[in-house]
């Protein structure tokens, strides 16, 4: 049973840095890759505690991780990942405070986005979502792409979280099944959007200092 919310955080704009991979000089060949950087964006959660209504960040890169590798990082591991604002829960689990959290996940440079930030909310099974992060987490270093067998990235680390989370088995379907060869940030944002409980929100930045309030999408 739900019993509160994840934020999935995406932001489509920010570039990653080529892995070293087989796929690397095909893809610069073919005009995906740009000066040894993919145009891949960021993908992260946000946990929200039913009971101390403390939000929780999460997200997975190469982060001081040996080459080829990535690791799972939150507030317990990088400190500059706490999130202070805590969420403003109501009964029927629709999150009030939003625009707060957003702003301050925003205002973090450690978070590593860029660009727009797109933010989809659903009700999840907190316990689940917790215990799928901190096992990742407990693995130390995982192997990094999008096309690795046993590896994860971003993408692929916000989408296992939310599939063992959510009760919906059609969007576990959706999840399961992208339009593009692996999940994307966006995509996992966009899939959320036709969730009853979902809502997409969009975030403009003109410069760090100041950011813009944060606007529902209709389109």
Request: hydrophobic share 35%.
């Amino acid at each position: 049973m739900p019993n509160s919310i994840a934020i999935a955080l995406a932001w489509p704009e920010t570039r990653c840095k080529q892995t070293g991979a087989w796929y690397d000089k095909p893809a610069e060949f073919l005009g995906i890759s740009k000066n040894h950087y993919y145009k891949v964006g960021h993908s992260a959660i946000v946990l929200i505690n039913p009971e101390t209504k403390q939000c929780h960040y999460f997200d997975f890169g190469r982060y001081h991780a040996p080459k080829g590798y990535g690791r799972v990082r939150d507030e317990v591991t990088d400190h500059d990942l706490k999130i202070y604002t805590k969420a403003d829960l109501s009964d029927s689990l629709e999150l009030i405070n939003y625009q707060e959290i957003i702003d301050e996940i925003q205002s973090k440079p450690s978070c590593h986005g860029n660009g727009q930030l797109f933010a989809g909310l659903i009700q999840i099974n907190f316990e689940k979502a917790l215990r799928r992060c901190k096992y990742l987490q407990d693995q130390d270093f995982i192997e990094y792409g999008p096309f690795v067998l046993n590896g994860t990235n971003c993408s692929r680390f916000v989408r296992s979280v939310l599939f063992n989370a959510v009760s919906s088995k059609f969007l576990k379907l959706k999840l399961t099944f992208t339009r593009t060869l692996s999940p994307t940030p966006i995509g996992i944002v966009k899939n959320l959007k036709s969730q009853r409980k979902a809502k997409l929100f969009n975030k403009e930045i003109e410069t760090q200092e100041n950011i813009e309030q944060c606007k529902i999408l209709t389109t």
